[in-house]
């Protein structure tokens, strides 16, 4: 293991390599901060990273070192290099982003990892989905040893003595932004979700204010347990209002949050972190009890589709762990697949929409359950395409409805296959 400072980091990059480099919570800010004001060409060089929307904002592809990125969720932040070509996102499940990984091999994995512990273990802290899968496969790893990343005593981590070059490092990981007071409307579609989780279920809840929300609403529930990709501070709260099962595996890959809410993690090791191919695997989520999955999209159609990936024609993410999310919820007894959402944007615009404009369709309506607004909830699964048009009309705001049952009607009229008859 050799001590390495910033610049001879980036100087063991060569033309033709392929490097994999941590995102999410787990994204080294030091690297992109060195690769940002590098003045040597770093052409040739392909950087693997699964960078999140909203978390991960540097443009890797955009630097003047000309290196080129590879990541598997689009965000606007990257819109700039994806136009000029320097980037490319391959868009796949998180379970799918987990196997083209470990199928993959690397020249060099970048990870940020906690300080050596009493057994000379470096772990994963708070940042565990795709790095444990990485770091066996690659021919050198160069660890960015954070002394301020938690140092977690259920998380997935690697001995020093497979670390080829490090990094020593001392300053605060990635935290969210303080979070702005809940609308009526949010807070209405949060206690609408908790109404449908019993307790003792297991539950999951995607990136955003919406799942957040049914988080939060749980705090009266008991016995619940915890499997998601992302854990965020309103598990805390339901940890400390008795909300969870007291004995039970409480997992997830990352965690989103303050650092008050890390230190929270450390110091109750309530909650072990495991890499994707754990936390997003459909058949191992299907043995969970009552699995209930929350996510939320863009919008949904009186098809019962969802857009998760686009906003007024650009695509502004990715599908995510979702999909396999509501695949486990399906076979998991007592299951159910949440897709909730306000009823109009903050410009005022239907979010239920007559049919998709999309150019892709992230959620197909055979794989939607139930669906939830500030106005209900509505039940999609096993209803015929009228049934299930006049449900999601009532979910979407009064002064839409008019326009969506005049659409609908219209699109009927046209005599599209498949559609039923007009609603009256």
């Avoid at 979700?193 to 939060?216: H, R, W």
């Avoid at 929270?264 to 209930?292: K, N, Q, R, Y």
């Avoid at 509505?378 to 005049?406: F, K, V």
Wanted: hydrophobic letters at 40%; glycine letters at 8%; aromatic letters at 6%.
């Amino acid at each position: 293991m050799k001590s390495i400072a910033p610049d001879e980091a980036l100087s063991l990059l060569k033309p033709g390599m392929r490097i994999f480099l941590q995102g999410a919570t787990g994204e080294p800010e030091a690297f992109s901060e060195a690769i940002e004001h590098y003045r040597e060409t770093l052409e040739g060089v392909e950087i693997w990273a699964c960078l999140l929307p909203g978390i991960n904002t540097f443009d890797y592809g955009s630097t003047r070192s000309l290196v080129r990125l590879v990541t598997f969720m689009a965000s606007p932040s990257l819109r700039r290099s994806v136009e000029s070509g320097r980037t490319r996102v391959i868009e796949l499940p998180y379970s799918q982003i987990a196997r083209r990984l470990q199928d993959a091999s690397f020249d060099l994995a970048i990870l940020q990892l906690s300080s050596p512990d009493h057994e000379g273990r470096c772990g994963f802290s708070i940042s565990c989905d795709f790095g444990p899968l990485v770091w066996k496969q690659a021919r050198k790893t160069l660890a960015i040893i954070n002394r301020a990343a938690p140092r977690l005593a259920r998380t997935a981590s690697l001995p020093t003595s497979a670390i080829d070059y490090v990094w020593d490092y001392d300053r605060p990981i990635k935290t969210s932004r303080s979070q702005r007071p809940r609308s009526p409307e949010i807070a209405t579609i949060g206690a609408i979700c908790a109404g449908l989780i019993p307790d003792g279920a297991t539950v999951q809840s995607g990136l955003g204010e919406v799942p957040g929300a049914a988080i939060a609403a749980l705090r009266d529930h008991r016995n619940l347990i915890i499997h998601t990709g992302m854990i965020t501070p309103e598990y805390r709260d339901l940890a400390e209002a008795g909300a969870l099962h007291s004995e039970s595996l409480h997992r997830a890959g990352i965690a989103w949050g303050d650092d008050a809410f890390y230190r929270w993690l450390e110091a109750t090791d309530m909650v072990s972190f495991h890499s994707a191919d754990v936390t997003h695997d459909a058949a191992l989520i299907g043995t969970l009890p009552a699995f209930h999955a929350v996510n939320s999209a863009v919008e949904v159609d009186l098809f019962g589709q969802a857009n998760l990936q686009w906003r007024d024609g650009i695509r502004v993410s990715s599908i995510g762990g979702a999909p396999d999310f509501m695949a486990g919820s399906r076979i998991s007894p007592g299951g159910r697949s949440i897709i909730a959402l306000p009823s109009e944007t903050e410009a005022g615009a239907s979010r239920i929409v007559s049919k998709l404009s999309c150019p892709t369709i992230s959620i197909p309506a055979h794989e939607t359950d139930t669906i939830i607004t500030e106005h209900g909830y509505a039940q999609t699964r096993g209803l015929d395409l009228e049934a299930r048009a006049r449900a999601l009309i009532a979910l979407a705001s009064p002064r839409h409805r008019e326009t969506l049952e005049r659409e609908w009607r219209d699109m009927t009229r046209q005599g599209a296959a498949g559609l039923p008859r007009q609603i009256p």
